[in-house]
């Protein structure tokens, strides 16, 4: 071992990864070294010196599976001095072999009895290791040319350099210059457009804004369009086109355009066809089974979830088709008078005296039209009450006996369709109090059975981006999530109140209006949820919306 400090290749790569200010007083200066770096150092000394025997050597003394570990078990005070040719390898594996203090959990130091004296010796290492690394940090390609061209060598070097075809010393300077100002350009260049690149970062967040409050702007302007938009309420006239079902739903995959469906052309506003929502998401098998239905005039039953989409995918094909709708929700008040007719008390406008008029019923009147009769919630209706459907849904004449016995032929392109949380038997999943069961004769006459699930998250995200596209990606993301937890809580039965996509689109105007995703749920969703309800839904926001 030797006091004196040897510098070499090893205390040059030492300089790279330790920085502290030997000048520093106190026994513990401020230290900023790379460890890991000191440690893979001293590892690849060992092997070039010692060759790889001495990884064996060393692991084997202080009983470890790595060098590097056995090197991590030493003070990095030890290590600084094996780099600096302070002590030899057998120094340091003498030292590996030595017993790890109670204390501090490492291998005893080599140098000085006290704390103060051995800070001192390393103020001494740590010194001329500074002093060397800045001494490499200054050194650069043009002040290695110009030393020898000071020291009268740029001669001997040409000629050296001429000797292996290669440029002379001036040239080499001269490129070396040039190539470090295009260097200096670029880099001004650069430092230009990282400016200009934080101004236009700042005008796309601005015109965001902007955006956003136009888009807010938008809709309402859009509301008022739609409350003025009217008609007088006149039947106009029409006729049948057949068309590819391709043709007005082009969407679908080629191998389902089999076949024709009947659509309706009119030459005028018709009061009773749905609004086309150019934003609506198609499911191919549902749609497919509807047109079906539409096109072969068969009964159709649709089963699915409250707010899974069964009515709006009805009125949507009907909106593409030309078909006017008479929805009708069959609740357990609806009667056989209020579907078939009855007989009403009126003044004679003639003789004054009270008479009796039959007024027909919602059925008759749909009968004798072209459209659909949409027969919403048909499992909550009485079955003494339904059977009255029952001539209708084979598509028969109607009898009606509070008028004499009067036929009503149904018209060619009448159809009907029903929607239901069941199947008709009754409430098989204990969610839906009140629905009942229906005759299996009733049943029966519905051939066409079209399960309607909740939309899937892309479907989900996809409507919303139609409808609002100025709805923020991240407020869009946290809307879908909500959806997706606050659906599956409804079918597992831990929350009673539904949510439909006409639900999920009225939280998403409101976001955009608001610009603020949690402040949207809770007006339009939260704030009318039950009791029981709200605590689990609020959980749902905060942890969605945090």
């Not at 150092?41 to 056995?70: C, P, Q, S, V």
């Not at 938008?218 to 938009?229: D, G, K, L, S």
């Not at 030459?267 to 549902?286: A, L, Q, S, T, W």
Request: some cysteine; overall charge negative; proline content about 4%.
């Amino acid at each position: 071992m030797t006091t004196k400090i040897t510098k070499n290749k090893w205390t040059r790569e030492l300089a790279k990864v330790c920085q502290w200010d030997p000048r520093e007083e106190g026994l513990e200066p401020y230290v900023s070294i790379d460890i890991p770096a000191i440690l893979r150092l001293a590892e690849k000394k060992i092997i070039e010196e010692k060759g790889e025997g001495a990884r064996d050597e060393m692991t084997k003394a202080n009983d470890t599976n790595t060098l590097y570990k056995a090197l991590d078990k030493h003070h990095m005070s030890n290590v600084y001095v094996y780099l600096c040719d302070m002590v030899t390898y057998e120094d340091l594996l003498s030292k590996t072999k030595e017993p790890l203090n109670d204390v501090t959990k490492k291998h005893p130091l080599f140098f000085a009895d006290t704390i103060k004296g051995y800070t001192d010796l390393l103020r001494e290492v740590q010194l001329e290791v500074t002093e060397l690394g800045t001494a490499v940090e200054v050194s650069t390609p043009i002040g290695l040319l110009q030393e020898i061209e000071d020291e009268g060598k740029a001669k001997q070097v040409d000629e050296l350099l001429s000797s292996c075809s290669l440029p002379a010393l001036g040239v080499t300077y001269q490129y070396i210059k040039d190539t470090m100002e295009q260097v200096d350009q670029h880099s001004t260049v650069i430092k230009t457009l990282e400016s200009r690149g934080k101004d236009l970062s700042n005008e796309v967040e601005r015109l965001s804004a902007e955006l956003s409050t136009l888009a807010a702007k938008q809709m309402v302007a859009t509301v008022e369009i739609e409350i003025e938009e009217s008609h007088d309420g006149t039947i106009p006239s029409g006729k049948v086109v057949m068309k590819n079902i391709g043709e007005v739903f082009p969407d679908l995959p080629k191998s389902m355009q089999r076949f024709e469906v009947q659509t309706m052309e009119w030459d005028g506003i018709h009061p009773n066809i749905p609004k086309v929502d150019e934003h609506y998401i198609f499911r191919d098998r549902e749609l497919l089974r509807v047109l079906y239905a539409i096109a072969f005039n068969k009964r159709a039953w649709l089963q699915g979830h409250t707010g899974s989409g069964k009515t709006t995918l009805v009125e949507q094909v009907a909106a593409r088709l030309g078909l006017p709708v008479t929805r009708v929700n069959f609740d357990s008040e609806i009667s056989r008078g209020d579907l078939m007719g009855r007989d009403t008390l009126k003044s004679d406008p003639e003789t004054g005296a009270t008479i009796s008029e039959f007024v027909e019923g919602i059925l008759p009147r749909a009968m004798a039209q072209p459209g659909i009769f949409l027969a919403d919630e048909m499992d909550f209706v009485r079955a003494d009450v339904s059977y009255v459907l029952q001539a209708a849904l084979e598509g028969n004449n109607l009898r009606l006996a509070e008028d004499g016995d009067r036929i009503v032929k149904p018209h060619p392109m009448f159809r009907m369709f029903a929607t239901a949380n069941t199947v008709g038997q009754g409430d098989e999943q204990g969610m839906y109090q009140g629905a009942r069961s229906q005759s299996l004769a009733l049943l029966d006459r519905f051939t066409v059975w079209i399960n309607v699930e909740y939309m899937s998250d892309k479907q989900r995200d996809q409507l919303v981006s139609r409808t609002f596209p100025s709805l923020k990606e991240d407020m869009r993301k946290q809307l879908n999530k909500y959806m997706k937890d606050h659906i599956n809580g409804f079918i597992n039965g831990d929350i009673v109140q539904p949510i439909s996509p006409r639900g999920m689109l009225s939280v998403a105007q409101a976001a955009i209006i608001m610009d603020d995703m949690k402040a949207a749920l809770e007006m339009t969703v939260i704030d009318k949820a039950s009791n029981d309800d709200k605590p689990t839904l609020m959980g749902l926001v905060d942890r969605i919306c945090a």
